[in-house]
Protein backbone atom coordinates (compact mmCIF):
# COMPACT_ATOMS: atom_id res chain seq x y z
CA UNK A 1 0.00 0.00 0.00
CA UNK A 2 1.65 3.58 -1.30
CA UNK A 3 1.97 6.14 1.55
CA UNK A 4 0.60 8.98 1.85
CA UNK A 5 2.43 11.83 0.11
CA UNK A 6 1.18 14.56 2.08
CA UNK A 7 1.99 12.73 5.79
CA UNK A 8 5.33 11.81 4.45
CA UNK A 9 6.35 15.06 3.46
CA UNK A 10 4.99 16.89 6.71
CA UNK A 11 6.87 14.81 8.86
CA UNK A 12 10.21 15.29 6.85
CA UNK A 13 9.63 18.97 6.74
CA UNK A 14 9.50 18.29 11.08
CA UNK A 15 12.41 16.02 11.26
CA UNK A 16 14.55 18.83 8.50
CA UNK A 17 13.38 21.99 10.97
CA UNK A 18 13.14 20.69 14.65
CA UNK A 19 13.97 24.04 16.27
CA UNK A 20 11.18 25.74 14.27
CA UNK A 21 8.74 27.29 16.31
CA UNK A 22 4.61 25.92 14.97
CA UNK A 23 3.14 28.97 15.13
CA UNK A 24 6.09 30.84 12.63
CA UNK A 25 6.01 27.78 10.72
CA UNK A 26 2.17 28.70 10.19
CA UNK A 27 2.91 32.66 9.34
CA UNK A 28 1.83 33.99 6.35
CA UNK A 29 4.85 34.03 4.15
CA UNK A 30 4.51 38.37 3.52
CA UNK A 31 5.42 38.48 7.86
CA UNK A 32 8.72 36.50 6.78
CA UNK A 33 10.26 39.65 5.27
CA UNK A 34 8.18 42.24 7.05
CA UNK A 35 10.32 41.37 9.80
CA UNK A 36 13.78 40.61 9.71
CA UNK A 37 14.63 41.41 13.07
CA UNK A 38 12.46 38.77 14.97
CA UNK A 39 14.41 36.02 12.44
CA UNK A 40 17.61 37.81 13.68
CA UNK A 41 16.70 37.41 17.33
CA UNK A 42 16.21 33.61 16.40
CA UNK A 43 19.38 33.09 15.03
CA UNK A 44 20.49 34.76 17.80
CA UNK A 45 19.38 33.07 20.46
CA UNK A 46 20.56 29.59 18.85
CA UNK A 47 24.65 30.79 19.68
CA UNK A 48 26.41 28.51 21.91
CA UNK A 49 26.52 29.24 25.82
CA UNK A 50 29.46 27.42 26.75
CA UNK A 51 32.78 29.59 25.95
CA UNK A 52 35.57 27.47 24.38
CA UNK A 53 38.97 28.42 26.42
CA UNK A 54 41.98 27.43 24.80
CA UNK A 55 43.80 24.55 26.09
CA UNK A 56 45.51 25.21 29.65
CA UNK A 57 49.10 23.45 30.35
CA UNK A 58 49.03 20.01 31.89
CA UNK A 59 49.60 20.13 35.37
CA UNK A 60 52.89 17.91 37.09
CA UNK A 61 50.22 15.55 38.44
CA UNK A 62 48.45 15.10 34.74
CA UNK A 63 45.39 16.47 35.90
CA UNK A 64 44.50 19.14 32.94
CA UNK A 65 43.31 22.31 35.04
CA UNK A 66 40.94 23.59 32.23
CA UNK A 67 38.71 21.35 33.46
CA UNK A 68 37.60 23.57 36.07
CA UNK A 69 37.72 26.87 33.87
CA UNK A 70 34.86 25.88 32.04
CA UNK A 71 32.96 29.10 31.98
CA UNK A 72 29.03 29.21 31.61
CA UNK A 73 27.59 31.64 30.47
CA UNK A 74 23.79 32.55 31.53
CA UNK A 75 20.82 31.51 29.21
CA UNK A 76 20.46 34.69 26.91
CA UNK A 77 17.09 36.05 27.82
CA UNK A 78 15.54 36.66 24.96
CA UNK A 79 13.93 40.54 24.48
CA UNK A 80 10.49 40.96 23.57
CA UNK A 81 9.77 37.03 23.70
CA UNK A 82 6.40 37.85 25.58
CA UNK A 83 4.75 40.20 23.11
CA UNK A 84 4.28 43.27 24.85
CA UNK A 85 1.03 45.23 24.97
CA UNK A 86 0.48 47.90 22.44
CA UNK A 87 0.71 51.33 23.79
CA UNK A 88 -0.57 54.01 21.27
CA UNK A 89 1.95 56.87 21.12
CA UNK A 90 0.47 60.11 22.98
CA UNK A 91 0.71 62.65 20.24
CA UNK A 92 0.64 61.28 17.23
CA UNK A 93 1.52 64.29 14.39
CA UNK A 94 1.10 61.69 11.60
CA UNK A 95 -1.16 58.99 10.36
CA UNK A 96 1.38 56.54 8.33
CA UNK A 97 -0.89 54.53 5.58
CA UNK A 98 1.09 51.74 3.51
CA UNK A 99 -0.79 50.35 0.65
CA UNK A 100 0.83 47.77 -1.41
CA UNK A 101 -1.38 45.48 -4.16
CA UNK A 102 1.34 43.38 -4.63
CA UNK A 103 2.52 44.42 -7.83
CA UNK A 104 6.92 42.23 -8.42
CA UNK A 105 8.20 45.64 -8.23
CA UNK A 106 11.37 46.33 -6.80
CA UNK A 107 10.79 49.09 -4.68
CA UNK A 108 7.98 46.47 -3.05
CA UNK A 109 10.91 44.76 -2.19
CA UNK A 110 12.96 47.44 -0.78
CA UNK A 111 9.93 48.01 1.20
CA UNK A 112 9.55 45.12 2.78
CA UNK A 113 13.22 44.59 3.49
CA UNK A 114 13.27 48.20 5.26
CA UNK A 115 9.83 48.31 7.36
CA UNK A 116 11.15 47.16 10.16
CA UNK A 117 13.23 50.43 10.63
CA UNK A 118 11.26 52.33 9.62
CA UNK A 119 8.83 51.49 12.09
CA UNK A 120 11.26 52.06 14.51
CA UNK A 121 11.96 55.59 13.45
CA UNK A 122 8.39 56.00 13.71
CA UNK A 123 7.32 54.93 16.72
CA UNK A 124 5.91 58.34 17.81
CA UNK A 125 3.17 57.66 14.48
CA UNK A 126 1.05 55.64 14.03
CA UNK A 127 1.06 53.17 11.14
CA UNK A 128 -2.17 50.81 9.21
CA UNK A 129 -0.80 48.23 7.43
CA UNK A 130 -3.56 47.80 4.55
CA UNK A 131 -3.32 43.97 3.66
CA UNK A 132 -2.95 42.94 0.18
CA UNK A 133 -6.68 42.25 -0.14
CA UNK A 134 -7.72 45.45 0.66
CA UNK A 135 -5.03 47.60 -1.29
CA UNK A 136 -6.36 45.96 -4.24
CA UNK A 137 -10.33 47.08 -3.10
CA UNK A 138 -8.86 50.35 -1.89
CA UNK A 139 -6.84 50.84 -5.51
CA UNK A 140 -9.72 49.39 -7.56
CA UNK A 141 -12.43 51.82 -6.01
CA UNK A 142 -9.64 55.01 -6.75
CA UNK A 143 -8.07 54.31 -10.34
CA UNK A 144 -5.56 56.67 -10.52
CA UNK A 145 -3.13 55.26 -7.98
CA UNK A 146 -3.17 52.27 -10.29
CA UNK A 147 0.46 51.42 -11.13
CA UNK A 148 2.12 53.98 -7.96
CA UNK A 149 1.86 51.22 -5.34
CA UNK A 150 3.89 50.79 -3.19
CA UNK A 151 2.19 54.07 -1.76
CA UNK A 152 3.14 55.57 1.65
CA UNK A 153 0.40 57.86 2.63
CA UNK A 154 0.85 60.16 5.04
CA UNK A 155 -1.91 62.23 6.88
CA UNK A 156 -1.29 65.08 8.88
CA UNK A 157 -3.53 65.10 11.67
CA UNK A 158 -3.06 68.57 12.40
CA UNK A 159 -4.43 69.83 9.15
CA UNK A 160 -7.44 67.18 9.05
CA UNK A 161 -7.90 68.26 12.67
CA UNK A 162 -8.58 71.84 11.55
CA UNK A 163 -10.53 71.76 8.04
CA UNK A 164 -10.32 68.06 7.23
CA UNK A 165 -9.30 66.71 4.10
CA UNK A 166 -10.86 69.66 1.84
CA UNK A 167 -7.42 71.12 1.72
CA UNK A 168 -3.90 70.28 2.57
CA UNK A 169 -3.51 67.34 4.58
CA UNK A 170 -0.46 65.18 4.11
CA UNK A 171 1.50 63.79 0.80
CA UNK A 172 1.44 60.47 -0.58
CA UNK A 173 5.14 58.34 -1.96
CA UNK A 174 4.55 56.71 -4.99
CA UNK A 175 7.05 54.43 -4.96
CA UNK A 176 5.71 52.35 -7.71
CA UNK A 177 6.71 54.65 -10.02
CA UNK A 178 10.41 54.55 -9.08
CA UNK A 179 12.51 51.39 -11.26
CA UNK A 180 15.83 50.99 -9.59
CA UNK A 181 16.14 49.73 -6.27
CA UNK A 182 18.52 52.73 -5.52
CA UNK A 183 16.16 54.89 -6.14
CA UNK A 184 13.74 53.33 -3.97
CA UNK A 185 16.03 53.27 -0.79
CA UNK A 186 16.53 56.82 -1.65
CA UNK A 187 13.08 57.38 -1.48
CA UNK A 188 12.45 55.90 1.45
CA UNK A 189 15.09 57.37 3.34
CA UNK A 190 14.26 60.89 2.13
CA UNK A 191 10.98 60.13 3.60
CA UNK A 192 12.24 59.02 7.29
CA UNK A 193 14.03 61.79 7.13
CA UNK A 194 11.66 64.48 5.98
CA UNK A 195 8.93 63.04 8.15
CA UNK A 196 11.25 62.67 11.42
CA UNK A 197 12.96 66.43 11.05
CA UNK A 198 9.29 68.09 10.03
CA UNK A 199 7.38 66.07 12.85
CA UNK A 200 6.79 70.06 14.69
CA UNK A 201 6.81 71.67 11.68
CA UNK A 202 4.00 74.35 11.52
CA UNK A 203 3.78 75.02 7.41
CA UNK A 204 4.50 71.53 6.66
CA UNK A 205 2.72 72.36 2.94
CA UNK A 206 5.41 74.43 2.46
CA UNK A 207 8.44 72.05 3.54
CA UNK A 208 6.87 69.59 1.24
CA UNK A 209 7.40 71.84 -1.49
CA UNK A 210 10.32 73.07 -1.48
CA UNK A 211 12.03 70.60 0.74
CA UNK A 212 10.70 66.97 -1.19
CA UNK A 213 9.98 68.52 -4.60
CA UNK A 214 12.26 71.16 -4.95
CA UNK A 215 9.67 73.69 -6.75
CA UNK A 216 10.93 77.12 -6.84
CA UNK A 217 14.42 78.80 -8.36
CA UNK A 218 16.45 77.07 -5.59
CA UNK A 219 15.19 73.63 -6.19
CA UNK A 220 16.17 73.98 -9.68
CA UNK A 221 19.66 74.98 -8.27
CA UNK A 222 19.72 71.91 -5.65
CA UNK A 223 18.32 69.34 -8.28
CA UNK A 224 21.38 70.42 -11.15
CA UNK A 225 23.62 69.94 -7.66
CA UNK A 226 22.45 67.38 -5.39
CA UNK A 227 22.95 63.91 -6.22
CA UNK A 228 19.74 62.94 -4.03
CA UNK A 229 16.86 65.17 -6.12
CA UNK A 230 19.03 64.56 -9.23
CA UNK A 231 18.63 60.95 -8.34
CA UNK A 232 15.12 60.69 -7.60
CA UNK A 233 14.27 62.73 -10.36
CA UNK A 234 15.47 59.96 -12.63
CA UNK B 1 31.07 86.52 -43.51
CA UNK B 2 32.78 83.64 -41.49
CA UNK B 3 32.35 85.43 -37.98
CA UNK B 4 28.44 86.08 -38.39
CA UNK B 5 28.07 82.41 -39.25
CA UNK B 6 30.35 81.54 -36.36
CA UNK B 7 28.30 83.78 -33.98
CA UNK B 8 25.14 82.07 -35.19
CA UNK B 9 25.94 78.67 -34.62
CA UNK B 10 27.34 79.35 -31.08
CA UNK B 11 23.93 81.37 -30.76
CA UNK B 12 21.99 78.19 -31.99
CA UNK B 13 24.15 75.64 -29.84
CA UNK B 14 23.92 77.90 -26.91
CA UNK B 15 19.93 78.44 -26.99
CA UNK B 16 20.04 74.31 -27.06
CA UNK B 17 21.77 73.84 -23.97
CA UNK B 18 19.96 76.04 -22.41
CA UNK B 19 16.48 74.43 -23.84
CA UNK B 20 17.55 71.06 -22.85
CA UNK B 21 18.45 72.48 -19.35
CA UNK B 22 15.26 73.73 -18.46
CA UNK B 23 13.58 71.14 -20.16
CA UNK B 24 15.92 68.26 -17.91
CA UNK B 25 15.05 70.33 -14.83
CA UNK B 26 11.43 70.23 -15.57
CA UNK B 27 11.37 66.55 -16.44
CA UNK B 28 13.33 65.85 -12.86
CA UNK B 29 10.46 68.18 -11.04
CA UNK B 30 7.38 66.67 -12.50
CA UNK B 31 9.57 63.30 -11.29
CA UNK B 32 9.62 64.37 -8.19
CA UNK B 33 6.26 65.91 -8.08
CA UNK B 34 4.63 62.40 -8.93
CA UNK B 35 6.80 60.97 -6.38
CA UNK B 36 5.80 63.34 -3.49
CA UNK B 37 2.24 63.82 -4.03
CA UNK B 38 0.62 66.70 -1.79
CA UNK B 39 -2.45 66.09 -1.05
CA UNK B 40 -5.64 68.66 -1.73
CA UNK B 41 -9.19 68.96 -2.17
CA UNK B 42 -8.77 66.57 -5.42
CA UNK B 43 -7.57 63.85 -3.02
CA UNK B 44 -10.23 64.29 -0.53
CA UNK B 45 -12.67 61.40 -1.17
CA UNK B 46 -8.88 59.20 -1.45
CA UNK B 47 -8.36 60.29 2.11
CA UNK B 48 -11.54 60.69 3.54
CA UNK B 49 -11.78 57.13 2.92
CA UNK B 50 -8.95 56.07 4.95
CA UNK B 51 -10.27 58.08 7.81
CA UNK B 52 -13.15 56.22 7.46
CA UNK B 53 -11.85 53.12 7.57
CA UNK B 54 -9.76 53.56 10.80
CA UNK B 55 -12.63 55.50 12.62
CA UNK B 56 -14.79 52.58 11.89
CA UNK B 57 -12.10 50.33 13.45
CA UNK B 58 -11.69 48.26 9.86
CA UNK B 59 -7.77 49.24 10.29
CA UNK B 60 -5.76 48.94 13.18
CA UNK B 61 -2.09 50.63 13.92
CA UNK B 62 0.26 47.88 13.26
CA UNK B 63 1.71 46.53 15.88
CA UNK B 64 4.75 43.59 15.94
CA UNK B 65 2.96 41.02 14.14
CA UNK B 66 -0.19 42.24 13.30
CA UNK B 67 -1.07 43.30 9.81
CA UNK B 68 -4.73 45.10 8.95
Not at chain 1, 24 to 39: I, K, Y
Not at chain 1, 97 to 113: K, M
Not at chain 2, 37 to 52: F, T
Request: with cysteine; glycine share 8%.
Amino acid sequence: MPKSLSGSRSSRRLRARPGASPKRAAAPATEDSVRPDVRDEMMMSDAPTVLDEPPAPVSASGECASAAMVIELPARVRKGGRPQKYKPPAYPRFRIFIIDSGWNSVARRVLRHNFALIRRLRKEDLIYLLSRRKSVEFIDRHRSLIGRDPIIAVHDLEAIGTHGTTGFHGFHLHLGILRTPRQSLMALQTFARFVTTHRHSVNLEAKIRTGLRREGMLGAVEILLHSAPRALGG
Amino acid sequence: MLDRFGEAISVVLGALALAYLVYEIDRRKRKLRDLFHVLGSEDADISAELVDMVESGELQPYTRGAGA
